[in-house]
Each structure stands twice: as C-alpha cells, then as structure tokens.
C-alpha cells in the first residue's frame, strides 16, 4: 500500500509517498481502507522531532490521525463493526500512544494511508452517517470532537465576549458558529480583509490581528500558539475569566502568572465532553481549504505547513486525483 512516511525526523519538504506492507488487524482491532484523512499540527511537529523529550519516533512512520474510510477486516473480539461498515474518527499513531487516554485509547497504524488499523473499542471511532461525505467526516473528526469539548468546558453563553486566536483553522472555522449560536460576542484573529470577511460570515462579531487584542474579555479560546507566545492573551482577560487552551502542553502556573481566572486544558481523548457519536449527531460543517490525491501528499503537508489554510487540508486515497 502507498503511505505519507516520514523516513527520519525533518520538515514537511522530507516526507515521502512509500511502498508498505498492509497492516493487519490484531485481537479487539478493525482494518480499513482509508478514504480520505487530513493533514494535522500533530504530524508536523511530531515529524520534525516536537516531541522528542518525550518520545522518540521510529521510522518509518507513517502520519495521520483523523480519517473516514471502510472497514475491510475485523480481528478476533470485534462486536461493534462489520466488514464492510462506513465509520470515521480520529486516532495517534502508536508511536504517539503517551498522549493517548488511558483507558480505551484510540491509536492507528496512521491514516494518511491505503490502509490502516485501529483499535475498535473507542469513543473516538464510529459509523458514519450517509449523509455525511467521507472528506467532511475526515475534516470533522478531530475539529468536531474538540470544538463540541470546548463548548462544554468553557460553559460559553449569552452576552460573553470570547476571543478566538487561531480562527481560521480547522477547530476555529467549526467553533465559530457554534459559539455565535450560544450567544457570544466573537472577537477572532485573522489576518487580511477576505479571511476576515470568511469569518464574519462563519460567526465573528469583531477582527483583530494576531497582537493587539482586545481587554476585558470573558473567555480565551487558544487554538494555534505555544507557551512562550501567550502572555499577552492570559493578559486580555478580565478577572473572573476562563482561558481554554488545546495546544499541548498545557500551561503551567509560571507561565499563567494570575491567580484570578480559570485555565482550562482540552485534548479530550477519553471522550469525557464529546466523542465521534456526538460528532456524528451534531450540525457542523468543517471547512476544507484544499483536497489533494495521496501522490500528491507531501505537496499538501507543505502547503499546510507554510500556507496557512483557511480550514483543513484533506487528502484523498483516488492516488491521481488532481488537487482542489
């Protein structure tokens, strides 16, 4: 089968498309032909060597993380999925299993490829609804999941002034309307006048840059920036205020600096505040910036990783299909 593989640690340009052996499925696993997957901040950073002091990768490693695709073969002890089932949802590679949850951990050979093996009894997998395309499901499974936890943790309502850093990518461009719709005033980052106008028309009240924030907000929402790059924002909160963070790691108390707001951590890999079924069942629509054919999946890391796209980058398994 053909994969996106990183051979060693190195930039997006070091990828390559290889030639694997197809994995198979084990006791309590599925294996699935793989429709479309998405390019995420977790596989560049993990194949750049990010994670390092923690674990280090072995090559080679093959990316991706959220998927949608059709089971092809169950192993011994799967109950919940047929041959044959359409079902999409998110799962790290093993490699990545420390960040995984502790129990029911939903891990995979990696999705951006032919095929690959998940571990069927987890809350982050499920079937797929029909009216839902395989590139949207693809698009939704990590957004989804963490925009639905975001909303829950936060407990965003009517009249909260909430400020969105890292709006324009794939958890903001879903949480947008979601938080319009509870009744918020969105203040969102972007930059240039049309990625403003997108995100006007996706929920936001206000645009500001990606340095000068507004004051006195009820709730920050850090969807894109690392530690050393938040003290301005933990500055625009009013006291009393939340600061919801999906960036791993999580702050520390050194790094908050005030005792007078709440700070929030989301990666809800357990499925504590939303799981793939909530997905499945939720109103959203996730926002695809660019779609590119498995030959061309080192061109779409790239792109992600240097363009900025407005949404996801999904990548289709029809190998010639051009890119979109």
Do not use: C
Not at 195 to 201: A, D, T
Not at 259 to 286: K, P, Q
């Amino acid at each position: 089968m053909k994969a996106l593989v990183a051979t060693g640690y190195g930039q997006p340009a070091d990828l390559v498309v290889a030639d694997l052996p197809i994995p198979r499925p084990g006791p309590g696993q599925i294996q699935v032909r793989i429709a479309a997957a998405t390019i995420n901040p977790t596989d560049i950073r993990a194949t750049a060597g990010g994670f390092r002091a923690m674990v280090e990768l072995e090559f080679p490693y093959v990316l991706g993380t959220d998927f949608a695709g059709t089971v092809t073969e169950t192993g011994p002890g799967v109950t919940a999925y047929r041959v044959g089932d359409e079902v999409f949802g998110q799962a790290l590679p093993r490699a990545l299993s420390i960040a995984a949850a502790p129990t029911r951990p939903s891990l995979s050979t990696g999705a951006l490829a032919e095929y690959a093996v998940f571990e069927a009894d987890t809350p982050m997998l499920a079937h797929r609804p029909p009216e839902l395309p395989a590139d949207q499901a693809a698009a939704l499974a990590i957004p989804g999941a963490t925009a639905l936890a975001i909303m829950h943790v936060a407990a965003i309502g009517p009249g909260d002034r909430v400020l969105v850093i890292g709006a324009t990518g794939g958890v903001g461009t879903v949480v947008l309307p979601l938080l319009a719709k509870a009744g918020a005033t969105v203040i969102a980052t972007a930059s240039g006048a049309e990625r403003g106008r997108f995100l006007g028309e996706l929920g936001a009240h206000e645009i500001t840059g990606y340095t000068d924030y507004p004051t006195d907000v009820d709730v920050v929402l850090n969807l894109t920036l690392f530690a050393d790059a938040l003290a301005p924002a933990v500055a625009a909160l009013r006291p009393g205020g939340r600061f919801v963070s999906i960036i791993f790691p999580p702050l520390s108390p050194e790094q908050i600096g005030r005792d007078d707001i709440e700070v929030h951590f989301v990666m809800d890999l357990s499925g504590t505040h939303s799981d793939m079924r909530a997905v499945a069942a939720g109103d959203l629509t996730a926002v695809i910036a660019a779609r590119h054919s498995l030959n061309d999946a080192v061109q779409a890391a790239i792109n992600y990783s240097t363009g900025h796209p407005l949404g996801k980058v999904v990548v289709t398994m029809d190998a010639d299909a051009p890119p979109a």
